[in-house]
């Protein structure tokens, strides 16, 4: 007899499906508010967050391909919610910037984001709060060294 993996148990895919879940709920306030996709709803906070960065420490920040990076930085350009600018020393290397509209979008969302969390975390007790906090900490020290 061959093993079988009950998926329904294997914790990788429980938390994928998990976080698929989630991300989905969660690009419906996105979408709706500014028709973003969540490769451009990434693009857009990472550069909210951190400010200028290039496209490979986008990709980096948010564990996205660089096609998709590519492809969001473009429709955040046209929507001239974005502006790159070339490296002095690498002209290959372009930096990333928000718009001051870039920007204000970004703004409106995160307390729409941070709504969201509060909503779903408000499905879980205390106890079960800290203990997901400290089971998401303990995997990304495992597997990152944070």
């Known amino acids: 007899m061959e093993p ?3 998926l329904k148990s294997f914790l990788p895919y429980r ?3 998990l976080a698929d879940v989630i991300s989905r ?3 419906k306030i996105y979408r ?3 028709g973003l996709t969540r490769p451009e709803w990434r693009t857009l906070s990472g ?3 951190h400010g200028t960065m290039t496209a490979t420490e986008l ?3 948010s564990a996205m391909h660089k096609t ?4 969001a930085v473009a429709e955040l350009e046209r929507r001239r919610w974005l502006v790159r600018t070339s490296d002095e020393h690498d002209r290959r290397v372009e930096h990333l910037a928000l718009t001051q509209a870039g920007l204000a979008a970004y703004r409106e969302m995160v307390p729409l984001a941070k709504a969201f969390e509060g909503e779903l975390l408000a499905r879980l007790s ?3 709060r800290t203990a997901i906090a400290r089971g998401v900490a303990a995997l990304e020290t495992a597997l990152y060294g944070l």
């Not at 998709?68 to 492809?71: A, D, F, Q, T, Y």
């Open 25 to 27: 709920e969660f690009s």
């Open 126 to 128: 205390e106890e079960e």
């Open 4 to 6: 079988i993996l009950e």
């Open 32 to 34: 709706d508010r500014h």
């Open 47 to 49: 550069l909210g967050q």
């Open 15 to 17: 938390l994928y499906r």
């Open 68 to 71: 998709k990076v590519s492809r």
């Open 59 to 61: 990709s980096e920040q």
